[in-house]
């Protein structure tokens, strides 16, 4: 009955900004690091950032200065804005929960498409 729902994916144009969202429903979202990840075509899924309950983030080299990761426990809701999107990161890009005690508690969303094309 876990669901984690992605919204915001879309075509942007090289050097565009895009804003995603997560709802996260079925679980107790405070007790949970969240993640977006991403998998683009033909490459293995990599992570992109990641939030703990208490709000630090962390990022992957790539794309650290360019994307931000948030989250809003009340809402149970989990942002990633990205800006200056370059065309290699066009990938399907995936939320993820992990239980902060019991990694056997792993979610994941079913992805949403990131187009970044001229």
């Known amino acids: 009955q876990v669901q984690l729902v992605e919204s915001g994916g879309g075509l942007v144009q090289p050097g565009g900004s895009l804003r995603l969202s997560c709802a996260a429903s079925?679980?107790?979202?405070?007790?949970?690091?969240m993640g977006w990840y991403r998998q683009a075509p033909g490459k293995q899924r990599e992570l992109a950032a990641i939030?703990?309950?208490?709000?630090?983030?962390d990022y992957a080299d790539a794309v650290k200065g360019r994307f931000t990761i948030s989250r809003d426990n009340a809402k149970n809701t989990v942002y990633l804005q990205m800006n200056t999107l370059k065309p290699e990161e066009t990938a399907v890009y995936y939320c993820?929960?992990?239980?902060?005690?019991?990694?056997?508690?792993?979610?994941w969303g079913q992805g949403t498409q990131v187009t970044v094309s001229s």
């Open positions: 993820n929960a992990k239980h902060i005690v019991s990694r056997h508690w792993d979610y």
């Open positions: 079925g679980i107790i979202f405070s007790a949970y690091t």
């Open positions: 939030i703990t309950n208490g709000g630090s983030a």
